[in-house]
């Protein structure tokens, strides 16, 4: 009896243990069991896969994301060797490649499923607000400036795509500051020490 007793304690440990390992599994995934979140981007009527590409986004487009969960939706500058141009930030020269993979997502508005943004500067501006921008050149393929991700849940769809219009700015490119005028170091003699 005693022994049959000690099977039954064991086989309730294994099973309670057993048990154990299916719900965490269950709960974190561990076998693929969690249910993948329904997540679906158009963008003026075209439903689009994940990594499109060649994607023109125009100042007004609809902007339909379904999704079965809450979303969020982010958008990056992207940089490839036919996209790149320059542009000032003050009086220092950057080229598009500089800003590969910085977040420009409070550049471009979503309201009731229609997207906008501003102008080339203004996006770059939303980067560096402290500063002034001038964009100098335009690019050689205006083709896939930006990357747009949208994120729900154990789900994810990331587009490539281009503003309808590429401007650069009027004018002429901001002077560097001029050696000695913006800085003035002056020394006391009597701490200077060799």
């Not at 079965?68 to 020269?93: M, P, Q, R």
């Not at 002034?132 to 154990?154: C, H, K, Q």
Request: glycine share 8%; hydrophobic share 40%.
């Amino acid at each position: 009896m005693k022994n049959i007793g000690n099977i039954v304690i064991a086989v309730v440990a294994v099973a309670v243990i057993g048990a154990g390992v299916v719900l965490a599994g269950y709960f974190t995934d561990w076998f693929g069991l969690a249910k993948q979140t329904t997540l679906f981007l158009s963008i003026d009527g075209e439903t689009l896969e994940n990594g499109a590409s060649g994607v023109t986004v125009t100042n007004g487009s609809e902007i339909i994301i379904t999704s079965d969960k809450e979303y969020t939706v982010t958008v990056k500058a992207h940089s490839t060797e036919s996209n790149g141009f320059e542009f000032y930030i003050g009086s220092e020269l950057y080229v598009w490649k500089d800003l590969d993979g910085r977040d420009v997502s409070s550049a471009f508005k979503f309201n009731d499923n229609v997207i906008s943004y501003g102008s080339m500067h203004e996006i770059i501006q939303t980067v560096v607000p402290e500063y002034t921008v001038f964009v100098s050149t335009a690019p050689e393929s205006a083709a896939d400036l930006f990357e747009l991700a949208v994120t729900s849940g154990n789900s994810s769809v990331s587009i490539f795509f281009t503003v309808e219009k590429f401007e650069v700015d009027d004018g002429e490119p901001p002077e560097p500051p001029k050696p000695g005028t913006d800085v003035t170091v002056e020394l006391d003699p009597d701490h200077i020490v060799f």
